[in-house]
């Protein structure tokens, strides 16, 4: 069973950093896309970033671009989302997802794409 747990929340002021890290464990896939997504209060779930194994291809959302980095870690199973020139509007719980492969089509920051799901992390982005 596919398990996916995030970590590296926290409290930080606007302009600060933030690394979070998603660990997987329970598959054996060769192939597979890791993406962030973010829910903060009273707004809809938002896709951050994804990458994929195969190639190391990286997707971004605009809001993001140029501040968050994400990367895999070759000798663990899983991602990181290095989070700079943080901004009270990235305030929001931080979810890591996985898929396994992708099609021709892949919608990398969509929600229906991703079959597993972690249990979030919080960042607090506030002076």
């Known amino acids: 069973q596919v398990q996916l747990v995030e970590s590296g929340g926290g409290l930080v002021q606007p302009g600060g950093s933030l690394r979070l890290s998603c660990e997987a464990s329970?598959?054996?896939?060769?192939?597979?896309?890791v993406g962030w997504f973010r829910q903060a209060p009273g707004k809809e779930r938002e896709g951050v970033s994804c990458i994929v194994s195969s190639d190391g291809s990286t997707y971004y959302a605009d809001s993001v671009k140029g501040r968050f980095t994400i990367s895999r870690d070759n000798a663990k199973i899983g991602a990181y989302l290095e989070m700079n020139s943080l901004k009270p509007e990235d305030t929001a719980v931080y979810y890591c997802?996985?898929?396994?492969?992708?099609?021709?089509?892949?919608?990398?920051?969509?929600?229906?794409?991703?079959?597993?799901w972690g249990q979030g992390t919080q960042v607090t982005v506030s002076s």
């Open positions: 329970g598959f054996t896939w060769d192939y597979f896309a």
């Open positions: 997802a996985m898929r396994r492969g992708i099609s021709y089509n892949f919608a990398a920051l969509k929600e229906y794409e991703y079959s597993y």
